[in-house]
């Protein structure tokens, strides 16, 4: 296939004078124009979580790695987490850091124009921008849940943001670029050599690793639970051309299964288990503090399974606040299907010890995960913000979710199970009516069709479908149609 930069080259010799091609190379063009680059100031580094934790001095850990290791576990088995170098990003004050964020919002300049990107000194500052593979991600909207808020939980001040308008559906292409990117480096710099990616997916995941491997040019492989995910979900990895195995067990399963195909195999493995991840899906609540000027919310809620993102947001409130940009840190809530509620049960017990469990069905099947990777990311995030986690039944998510389609949304069930979970902590009076609240919106309602038209019909068992809306079947007749509308309208 003829890349864009070579026909832009073609068009300027054949004409011998200096025109802009109809199809121009962003990338080419970014680094025409770039001022020298103060990316080499910043840096950032895999340490193992247990120090992060432990609020030790950075300087004083003895291990650490370079990004461009393929390595996800410390020497003692533990998480990693991405450490930035604070006190060269304190070089710049927070109004500097406003002003450069919001400057690049939204704009084609690549990579910056990605939500994600425009923040790339946070988040991976050695990347070279043309190693960098993006769909300008990010930069979702945040919507004012004004009439769902007044009559459904006398709140004035509620918000949804819309993580699942994006490229894949979900807020998974957030960490999907810049994981990619970094095998995009690895691989074209010949550092390491590596075949492929891949993941153990709830259908999320893997939709976006295979849109930007296939972008890329890179290899994808992703491990799915068979029969326990969406169809749009199914389809996305197949039509991207994927190496989709569909395994007869549940997600913790293809977990286990990629962890050990990724230790014998140069396949790299794309999980949150890898904190590179996290580093992108961070760029969401920092685009939040950016969407209400820096000013930071009381409440964000956020769906939670594998404890990724509810890690990935503390990390985006935490560095915002650590960079003077905002002087506060949220309370966040994690919000989990009481059918797959192993952090809920810690919380309940003062997080005393964590029990995996083994997650039942749930229709918040990104969701439906027993044995969390990310929980001592997750416990640190809920304690260090004074965080809540509360959990939601089928039939709450459900009605959730459906009644706050009656407003203007459309929700997934993992949104609906953060909804669920708003209205029970306003009965119970944690959240006040005034306070301002922001439900992380994980994946376009979409992509849960069936979900919603098993609903509307009345057809899930044991579910009475309160805010149930079928469609009503008429004849071909003037008649039939007016004593319909007539009804309906009185
Ligand atoms: C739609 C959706 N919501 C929420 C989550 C939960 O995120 P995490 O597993 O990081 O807790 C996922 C993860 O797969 C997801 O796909």
């Known amino acids: 296939m003829m890349s864009f930069s070579t026909s832009s080259k073609v068009c300027r010799a ?35 979580f247990e120090h992060v934790a432990s609020g030790q001095d950075m300087a004083l850990c003895q291990e650490s790695y370079s990004l461009d290791e393929v390595i996800y576990r410390s020497a003692s088995g533990g998480l990693l987490d991405v450490q930035h170098d604070m006190d060269a990003l304190k070089i710049y004050g927070p109004e500097y850091w406003k002003a450069l964020f919001d400057e690049r919002v939204g704009k084609t300049s690549w990579p910056y124009g ?45 918000w949804v943001k819309q993580c699942g308008n994006t490229h894949t559906g979900s807020f998974k292409d957030l960490g999907m670029t810049v994981l990619v990117s970094q095998v995009n480096r690895i691989r074209k710099k010949g550092l390491k050599s590596l075949s492929a990616v891949g993941c153990a997916s709830t259908g999320d995941t ?20 068979a029969d326990k995910i969406s169809l749009a979900q199914l389809v996305q990895p197949i039509a991207n051309g994927s190496l989709v195995l569909s395994i007869d067990t549940d997600f913790d399963g293809c977990m286990k299964l990629i962890r050990e195909v990724t230790a014998e195999f140069p396949i790299y493995l794309a999980n949150s288990l890898n904190s590179l991840r996290i580093e992108g899906q961070k760029t969401a609540a920092i685009e939040i503090l950016q969407q209400f000027d820096w000013q930071v919310p009381d409440w964000v809620i956020i769906p939670g399974g594998n404890l990724g993102n509810v890690y990935a947001f503390y990390k985006g409130f935490k560095q915002a606040k650590d960079l003077g ?28 010890n964590f029990e995996p469990v083994k997650a ?3 229709f918040a099947s990104a969701i439906q995960i027993g044995d969390p990777v990310s929980i001592d990311r997750a416990i640190l995030a809920l304690q260090d913000c004074d965080g809540v986690v509360e959990e939601a039944t ?17 929700n997934c ?44 019909a009345s057809e899930i068992e044991g579910i009475t479908s309160q805010y149930a809306n079928p469609p009503t079947k008429v004849k071909d007749d003037f008649g039939a149609i007016a004593d319909v509308l007539r009804k309906h309208i009185n």
């Open 360 to 362: 039942q069905s749930t």
């Open 394 to 410: 089928e039939e709450e998510l459900l009605d959730a979710a459906a009644r706050a389609d009656r407003t203007g949304m459309f």
């Open 114 to 158: 990605s939500g994600v990107w425009s923040k790339k000194e946070w988040i991976l500052p050695g990347i070279d921008d043309e190693d960098i593979v993006s769909m300008f991600e990010g930069n979702t909207n945040l919507f004012w849940a004004e009439r769902y808020g007044r009559e459904c939980l006398g709140m004035t001040d509620l």
């Open 14 to 48: 054949s004409r011998g004078v200096q025109v802009r091609a109809n199809s121009v190379d962003i990338r080419e063009e970014a680094r025409r124009r770039a001022p020298p680059s103060k990316s080499e100031l910043f840096n950032a580094k895999f340490l193992p």
């Open 206 to 225: 893997s939709a976006a690793l295979s849109a930007y491997c296939a972008s890329a040019g890179i290899p994808s492989i992703v491990f799915l639970p």
């Open 413 to 456: 069930p993992h949104t609906g199970v953060a909804l669920a979970a708003l209205t029970k902590l306003r009965e119970k009076g944690v959240i006040s009516p005034s306070d301002r609240t922001v439900v992380v919106s994980t994946a376009h309602g979409l992509k849960f069709s069936q979900t919603k038209v098993d609903y509307h």
């Open 325 to 352: 940009l905002t002087d506060k840190l949220p309370r966040m809530v994690c919000a989990q299907a009481a059918n797959a509620n192993p952090l809920y049960k810690a919380y309940v017990n003062g997080y005393e």
